[in-house]
């Protein structure tokens, strides 16, 4: 359908024809509703063009592609290696387009190009391959039970597939979750979240001819209808969804409807813990790191960082430094830009309230808090924010921001900097700074987290479990973890002569 696509010039000067359908069988079709997302570019808050919206309708039908690809031939009987092929390939054509895509996601998103090209491109390529080299080596097992018996297992695909993405890394996101889904025989329908539609539906656009019909459906559309409607339909048999931890439990809820198998991702509160033999110069660098990236919208964000009294002072001086030099905030298409805006003036206006919020609960406001003004005067730039004098009633210490924003307060003890990192109901990252090794692995031992960085914070690898713990999420992504979650474990029993 000719009308179903946009020619844009980003504002890097790449020309793109982006395809604005849902993509359901292998071709872009026209929502049923004539529903509509407008993407936004967060940098000077103009629109970039129009997508076309799923449908509770639309969600059915994508379902019901899926549904006849699982059962078709050409993608169940596929042979394993053959499906790991396809998958490389996918991966050869991403790294084609990769210019295209980390403009895209740029534009819409408002990360820095450098960090979508040069890192989220690399993860997405990296992640097609590994999962490519997986699928050939996903089986069961062969357990003897008696002399006459025996029984073996075979590792199949869940089938149907829903997948609700959010906005912080859109083409990343897809990847975690169409890899191992792909890898493992299963069928999917990805939906992307409204506030950046944009890089996803450009991937999609590389799948016919590849994949066979119906095996990758991306359906753009709002949370509160097509989500629900992926949530709550009867012939979906497995729910993966990374997001806010409320929306996570009514999807939870909502696909109980017909117990879909089901892991979430719901971010955190994540702890930095720092003693006072820390090299306090990396603590601070790596500190930075951990909450600054990607404008601080990270879900392992170490958003709440605990120092031990004796180095507080001398850290919180080492760490404004760092963010001072180091927090580049500008128009995320300049080459040494290291903070883009924030993904939408939603999130702009919740990070800023955050700032109210711990200035009327008494905390110091010690650096940013600010709208970060310079880009033209639009845009939803925020600059980087410290609060010191947190207690730990309150909101800002408490809760999820999603911003660059940091709290940091004081312990005394070993016990109290883990009572402190552990009082929370989340439970993704955690990191501990020590020069003290039994220390190091005593703490990470205890830390009520998915995740531990030592010396370190927010590292993620395709190889490495990442998830949390409590109500940071249920379930595992990528490495060999990652396929636990889109394979079922059927027991075959095999009676070789018992005779009754
Ligand atoms: P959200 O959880 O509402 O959205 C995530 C995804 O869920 C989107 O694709 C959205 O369309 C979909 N969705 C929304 N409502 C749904 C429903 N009822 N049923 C099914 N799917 C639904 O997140 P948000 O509102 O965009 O962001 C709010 C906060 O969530 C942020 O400030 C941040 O704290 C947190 N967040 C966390 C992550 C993470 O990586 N863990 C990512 C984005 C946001
Ligand atoms: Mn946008």
């Known amino acids: 359908m000719a009308d179903l696509k946009v020619n ?11 395809p604005t359908g849902l993509f359901i069988n292998n071709e872009f079709v026209k929502s049923s509703s004539g529903d509509k997302i407008t993407s936004i570019n967060p940098t000077d808050e103009s629109e970039i063009c129009s997508v076309e919206a799923a449908s509770a309708d639309d969600i059915d039908k994508a379902v019901k592609a899926a549904r006849a690809a699982f059962n078709d031939p050409s993608w169940r009987d596929l042979p394993a290696t053959e499906r790991g092929t396809l998958l490389y390939k996918f991966a050869d054509l991403i790294e084609a387009n990769k210019e295209t895509l980390a403009t895209l996601e740029t534009w819409d998103n408002g990360k820095p190009y450098s960090v979508a090209l040069n890192e989220d491109l690399e993860e997405v390529i990296g992640i097609f391959r590994y999962y490519a080299g997986w699928a050939d080596k996903i089986y069961g097992e062969t357990i003897p039970t008696t002399a006459k018996k025996f029984a073996y297992t075979l590792k199949q695909p869940i089938g149907v597939c829903a997948q609700i993405i959010p906005w912080n890394y859109p083409l990343s996101m897809a990847a975690w979750k169409l890899g191992p889904a792909l890898a493992c025989g299963n069928v999917v ?16 656009s590389l799948i016919p001819g590849l994949f066979p019909p119906g095996v990758v459906n991306i359906v753009n559309g709002y949370g509160r209808e097509a989500g629900h409607a992926l949530a709550s339909h009867l012939d979906i048999d497995k729910i993966a969804f990374t997001g806010s931890t409320i929306t996570g439990k009514q999807v939870m809820k909502i696909a109980s409807v017909n117990m879909k198998n089901i892991t979430l991702e719901t971010g955190g509160k994540s702890p930095l813990l720092i003693f006072d033999d820390s090299d306090l110069e990396q603590a601070a660098k790596w500190a930075h790191v951990g909450i600054m990236s990607n404008q601080g919208q990270v879900c392992c964000a170490t958003s709440r960082v605990l120092v031990q009294e004796g180095v507080y002072d001398k850290f919180v001086e080492l760490f404004k430094q760092t963010v001072k030099e180091t927090s580049k905030v500008g128009d995320p298409f300049a080459e040494d830009t290291q903070q883009g805006p924030q993904v939408t003036k939603a999130q702009y206006e919740r990070v800023l309230s955050y700032v109210d919020s711990g200035k009327s609960e008494g905390a110091s406001l010690v650096a940013g808090g600010v709208p970060y003004k310079e880009v033209g005067g ?13 207690k730990d009633t309150m909101k800002i210490y408490r809760e999820e921001i999603f911003g660059p924003f940091v709290v940091i307060t004081s312990f005394k003890t070993e016990e109290d900097a883990l009572r402190m990192a ?3 109901t989340y439970g993704l990252g955690s990191a501990v700074f020590t020069t003290d090794v039994e220390r190091a692995h005593r703490v990470a031992g205890r830390l009520e987290a998915g995740m531990v960085w030592i010396n370190s914070s927010n590292d993620s690898d395709i190889r490495v479990p990442f998830g949390g713990v409590k109500q940071s999420g249920i379930g595992r992504e990528l490495g060999e973890a990652g396929l636990a979650a889109y394979t079922q474990t059927k027991a075959i029993h095999v009676n070789l002569g018992l005779r009754l």
């Open 378 to 390: 639009k845009g939803y730039f925020i600059e980087p924010t410290i609060f010191t004098n947190v």
């Open 422 to 424: 552990n009082d929370t």
């Open 189 to 204: 329908v990805l939906k992307p979240a409204e506030q950046t539609p944009l890089s996803v539906l450009y991937l999609a």
């Open 8 to 18: 844009l010039t980003a504002p890097n000067g790449r020309k793109i024809t982006l």
